[in-house]
């Protein structure tokens, strides 16, 4: 019995902290598409896709370079909306 | 005879080190099996077969935990601990490199971390999986030879 001590140790605190650890069920896709919205509150037609590409909205709050400038920033889209639109989208990064 | 048993030691901790990692990931992928299979399937590298590698490598975790837990394992579980973390320390190598603005697909807390804490993080249990592997099996020599001093007088 000894020698499964520290084994059965591990996997008890394992388990006790994957049950502290468990999170409220979040969308699948956690990962977006952002636009930059313009002064009317408008993604515009043809605005390019912030990043390069699909970001968490973590990520882009990070990354949005907004801090202390507009009211106006960032909108994330599970998918690529067609554009012009003035959709909230389905996250935003902190106004600033 | 000090040295030696500092040695099991070492085995040992990193063993049970290795145990706590893999049930505490396996358990959170498993969990969070939707939300690991949409992440894994933005992975340039792993995006083919996301929905089959959502559950096999949480299974796998749990397997190798296991035989890390069973003595008479200790040695494969450590070898496939070793080939593990050189999968997934290579894999964050290819993520930082190449998509360092994609999440992490990993279990648990581990996913608060960027990819170059990580980096760290797995080269440190790459290092512990690989000595503990390869003084484990000096310790396989130690406790035979110790086997054949026990005759009784």
């Known amino acids: 019995m000894k020698k499964y001590l520290l084994g059965i140790i591990a996997v008890i605190a394992a388990i006790t902290f994957s049950s502290f650890t468990q999170e409220e069920k979040k969308p699948a896709d956690d990962i977006y598409y952002f636009y930059m919205v313009d002064e ?29 400038s507009t009211n106006h920033c960032l909108r994330g889209f599970i998918t690529q909306p067609s554009l012009p639109t003035a959709q909230s989208g389905d996250v935003q990064t902190l106004k600033n | ?86 999968f997934f320390t290579a894999y964050i190598g290819y993520m930082l490199l190449f998509t360092p603005k994609l999440p992490c697909s990993c279990g648990g807390i581990l996913k608060e971390l960027n990819w170059s804490q990580h980096l760290l993080l797995n080269s440190a249990l790459l290092l512990l999986s690989i000595s503990a592997w390869l003084l ?9 030879i110790n086997r054949n001093s026990r005759i009784p007088v």
């Not at chain 2, 893999?22 to 792993?46: C, D, H, M, Q």
């Not at chain 2, 484990?136 to 035979?144: E, L, N, V, W």
């Open chain 2, 136 to 144: 484990s099996k000096k310790d396989k020599r130690f406790i035979a």
């Open chain 2, 1 to 86: 005879m000090k040295k030696n048993s500092g040695r099991i030691l070492y085995v040992e901790f990193a063993i049970a080190i290795f145990i706590f990692l893999f049930v505490y990931t396996g358990i959170n992928k498993l969990f969070a099996v939707e939300e690991f299979r949409a992440v894994l399937s933005k992975s340039p590298l792993l995006s083919f077969a996301a929905s089959y590698i959502a559950w096999i490598l949480p299974v796998i975790e749990l397997f190798v935990s296991l035989l890390l837990l069973l003595p008479h394992t200790k040695a494969y579980g450590l070898l496939l601990s070793t080939l593990l973390m050189t």
């Open chain 1, 40 to 68: 009317n509150g408008v993604i515009p037609a043809g605005a390019s896709v912030q990043f390069g590409g699909q970001v968490t909205l973590s990520y882009a709050n990070a990354n949005d370079g907004c801090t202390g």
